[in-house]
């Protein structure tokens, strides 16, 4: 779909403009306050192996932050054990600064010494863990097993990290003990952008005992169930798991979510998914949830606008936000589909209250030009999102009175059934022909019965 064009009509022109005065300055400013707190809180906001991915996103996707973002990436793997990543980091900043790198970064050969130690210790640490199996020590296995599972995580080894948690859960003999390995276990799926898999390990992380018991466990399982969500394009769960954490008065960050990020998630992605009563009721009108949105403003706005039926603003703002989100990793590969889902529902509500709507006034009211918005409307049509037909004579869109393709279904079953019954009375006489039957019946008083339904219920 066609999803903003800004090549407008004179008479739009001076709507447009009035909306893009109004709200560029503050997107500007609203992303350069984005951009800034993600660069100088991103380490303490997020747990380390999130960071990073956000880190990664940004200096690949924004050039003059690339320096910036990968000095943080430098300082987060310089506590880690993951040499072979803080490798990379360190060849991509000598190639943007020219070879100048941070201070405290370490060396060629530091960083060999430390990969190696990590190697020798993770190395002893198994041959601990196998002494202590072979000995059926329970309690000892566990420790040295979560702990060789902790190193190969710190040494960015995931996939090993996550097999060794998955053995250290077999010598648990406390309920806490369980819910944190399961926990483990989810964060390495997780940082491996495996979704379906921690899909699955936060299933089992909700049904271990004691669950419950922790506000921050609940916290924790509905953000990253939400992102998993989200990545995979189910907007209907990632919407419900997000709203739930916006009804929790007391969430202020879990080191996977932000508030701001909790606010802006669930704006968008309610507003490919919830009814206009429920976008007002759970966003709009809600206070608590407003609140999630104070570093983001317009994105209410886009809710408001929405919730109005003022498209064209919806829309822009919309656009805009494409560019103001682009160095969120977990939004910015969805906003394309939400934002075209989004279109849609506008267009849908824009003709519901109609039978005949204008060609001409629904191009102005979505920003486009009538053969495009003839082209967009044809396939709606064609999925049976919309229920109508386009009078090109006329240039209109009219409402069709009920559902052809329903009632073409409903007719099609009928004639099945019907084709069905006629089809078994006559197998059922062709069997009793072959087989030379002469079936009575009491009421004929011994005379060959020729009504074949009496003949088959008799059967």
Same mark, same amino acid.
């Given at each position: /779909?066609?999803?903003?064009?800004? +090549?407008?009509?004179?008479?739009?022109?001076?709507?447009?403009?009035? #909306?893009?005065?109004?709200? +560029?300055?503050?997107? %500007?400013?609203?992303?350069?306050?984005?951009?800034?707190?993600?660069?100088?809180q991103i380490v303490e906001a997020y747990l380390p192996f999130v960071a990073l991915y956000r880190l990664n996103h940004i200096a690949h996707h924004c050039e003059s932050s690339s320096i910036d973002a990968l000095s943080l990436s430098e300082k987060i793997l310089r506590? =880690?054990?993951?040499?072979?990543?803080?490798?990379?980091?360190?060849?991509?900043?000598k190639l943007l600064t020219g070879g100048h790198l941070p201070d405290g970064a370490l060396t060629t050969e530091r960083i060999m010494a430390k990969g190696g130690a990590a190697r020798s210790y993770m190395k002893s640490l198994d041959e601990q863990y196998q002494t202590a199996r072979s000995q059926y020590m329970k309690e000892k296995s566990r420790v040295v097993c979560m702990e060789l599972g902790? %190193?190969? /995580?710190?040494?960015?080894?995931?996939?090993?990290?996550?097999?060794?948690?998955?053995?250290?859960?077999?010598?648990?003999s406390q309920p806490h003990q369980t819910l944190l390995m399961n926990k483990k276990v989810v964060c390495c799926s997780f940082a491996l952008q495996e979704w379906s898999g921690t899909l699955a390990g936060i299933k089992q992380y909700r049904n271990a005992p004691g669950f419950d018991a922790s506000?921050?466990?609940?916290?924790?399982?509905?953000?990253? =169930?939400?992102? !998993?969500?989200?990545?995979?394009?189910?907007?209907?769960?990632?919407? %419900?798991?997000?709203? /739930?954490?916006?009804e929790n008065s007391s969430f202020n960050g879990n080191k996977v979510l932000t508030p701001t990020d909790l606010g802006t998630y669930a704006a968008f992605c309610g507003l490919a998914t919830l009814s206009r009563e429920e976008l007002h009721e759970k966003m709009v009108n809600n206070p608590s949830f407003r609140a999630l949105l104070d570093q983001s403003p317009n994105v209410l706005s886009i809710l408001r606008s929405f919730y109005k039926?003022?498209?064209?603003? !919806?829309? #822009?703002?919309? +656009?805009?936000?494409? =560019?103001?989100? =682009?160095?969120?990793?977990?939004?910015?590969?969805?906003?394309?589909?939400?934002?075209?889902i989004v279109r849609v529902k506008a267009i849908k509500q824009f003709f519901r209250p109609f039978q005949t709507v204008a060609l001409s006034s629904m191009a102005e009211a979505f920003a486009t030009d009538i053969p495009t918005l003839e082209v967009e409307l044809c396939e709606l049509i064609r999925k049976g999102d919309i229920l109508g037909r386009i009078d090109r004579?006329?240039?209109?869109? !009219?409402?069709?009175?009920g559902d052809e393709k329903a009632e073409a279904v409903h007719k099609s079953k009928r004639l099945i059934n019907e084709f069905k019954k006629s089809s078994e009375k006559l197998l059922f006489m062709h069997a009793v022909v072959t087989a030379k039957m002469n079936i009575t019946s009491q009421i004929s008083g011994g005379v060959g019965v020729t009504d074949v339904d009496e003949m088959m219920m008799m059967s």
């Open positions: /779909f066609l999803l903003v064009s800004f +090549s407008f009509e004179n008479t739009m022109d001076t709507h447009a403009d009035d #909306i893009e005065e109004g709200t +560029s300055s503050a997107m %500007k400013e609203e992303g350069a306050t984005t951009n800034l707190l993600s660069l100088n506590e =880690s054990d993951n040499m072979q990543e803080y490798e990379k980091v360190i060849i991509e900043l902790d %190193k190969y /995580f710190s040494y960015g080894d995931y996939a090993l990290a996550r097999r060794t948690y998955l053995q250290a859960r077999h010598y648990c506000e921050e466990d609940v916290a924790f399982a509905h953000s990253v =169930s939400a992102l !998993c969500f989200l990545m995979r394009k189910h907007f209907n769960d990632a919407t %419900k798991e997000l709203l /739930f954490l916006a039926a003022d498209y064209l603003k !919806c829309l #822009i703002l919309l +656009s805009q936000a494409k =560019s103001n989100f =682009s160095l969120d990793p977990y939004l910015a590969p969805n906003l394309d589909v939400l934002v075209n004579d006329r240039q209109l869109l !009219c409402a069709l009175e």
